[in-house]
């Protein structure tokens, strides 16, 4: 059976591949993750939910697989680990043999089975939710088998978590959908804060950081990509406003000290770097950030099938430009 799915490679650009793996015709796929530009694929069915497949697709042949208590949410590997995802617990496997080195039972409701697992081979780390009703995040080293770290990264539950590729940030999303953090790993420091919106509430369908860590790209149900761009701003010299408008940013600046937390924040939030507007809005999709003919490219994967590529200006940002779209 061929199935077209949405992959990472090993310079983590999200592709379209048609791979024929070792299911029957009659069994529908629900998860397929590859691991980075090899033959594996690790497979979930419908009709086995609860029944992990680990194949070689391009002989068609099944290595091994594994059942489990429930049903397989999400599955996350990379050269050293596979993670499987269940509503309350997590199994991790070594990648090598498949034998299950760990489990973490009694975990927080995840329903949506979010998790991301780093693709470092020095910070091999795991992320997942640490509550169900306020946004923490718990990071486990999935090398040394214990947790290393809680991280209270938003007030409500988390909607979408990712580490860039060094495995040293993890950049995490609410329910709400308006802020996106930035932490170092493991310490759990917050980096960056970035703004999405202030006018509405939106789901995030994806976070992703480009390869080098300088830029990260949040996706939502509507129709507007934000792409932020991870600098730390350079302190200017004083310098007294010539202008009304820079006289009022002076005394609105000053003024953060008095004004309550949540105030102040939004002063201090970044903005978008760059935007890209979709055709499309309610589709969810799932973004990558790329480095394509030596050119920062944005690609957007949306369910009807489309494959859209953006270019992205890294000096001066901005709107991004379409070139291509697929399906």
């Not at 718990?138 to 979408?160: E, G, K």
């Amino acid at each position: 059976m061929c199935v077209c799915v949405c992959v990472c490679v090993c310079v983590c650009v999200c592709v379209c591949v048609c791979v024929c793996v070792c299911v029957s015709d009659t069994e529908d796929v629900c998860i397929v993750e590859r691991l980075f530009s090899s033959s594996l694929v690790a497979i979930v069915s419908l009709k086995a939910p609860r029944k992990l497949k680990v194949c070689h697709f391009k002989k068609g042949t099944e290595i091994c697989n594994y059942s489990y208590s429930n049903t397989i949410l999400a599955v996350k590997l990379n050269r050293q680990r596979l993670i499987v995802c269940l509503e309350e617990s997590l199994y991790i496997h070594n990648i090598r043999d498949m034998k299950v080195l760990h489990t973490i039972r009694e975990t927080p409701p995840n329903p949506s089975g979010l998790c991301a697992l780093s693709i470092s081979n020095d910070n091999c780390y795991l992320a997942y939710p640490g509550s169900a009703t306020i946004g923490e995040v718990q990071v486990f080293d999935t090398v040394n088998l214990r947790a290393a770290n809680m991280i209270p990264a938003h007030d409500s539950p988390l909607a979408a978590v990712v580490f860039d590729a060094s495995g040293t940030k993890l950049a995490t999303a609410s329910e709400k959908g308006t802020v996106i953090r930035v932490f170092s790993i493991p310490e759990g420091q917050k980096l960056f804060e970035f703004r999405r919106g202030v006018k509405r509430c939106v789901s995030i369908c994806s976070l992703a950081f480009s390869m080098e860590g300088l830029y990260l790209s949040a996706s939502s149900n509507t129709e507007t990509v934000h792409i932020f761009k991870l600098e730390t701003q350079k302190e200017k010299p004083t310098e007294e406003p010539t202008t009304w408008g820079g006289y009022l940013g002076k005394v609105l600046m000053a003024s953060t000290t008095y004004l309550p937390s949540q105030v102040t924040e939004m002063f201090t939030q970044g903005r978008a770097f760059a935007t890209v507007r979709l055709p499309f809005s309610g589709h969810k999709n799932i973004c990558a950030l790329a480095l394509i003919q030596k050119i920062p490219r944005l690609l957007v994967a949306a369910a009807d099938g489309y494959l859209y590529l953006y270019n992205l200006d890294p000096q001066e940002g901005g709107e991004c430009t379409l070139m291509k779209q697929h399906r």
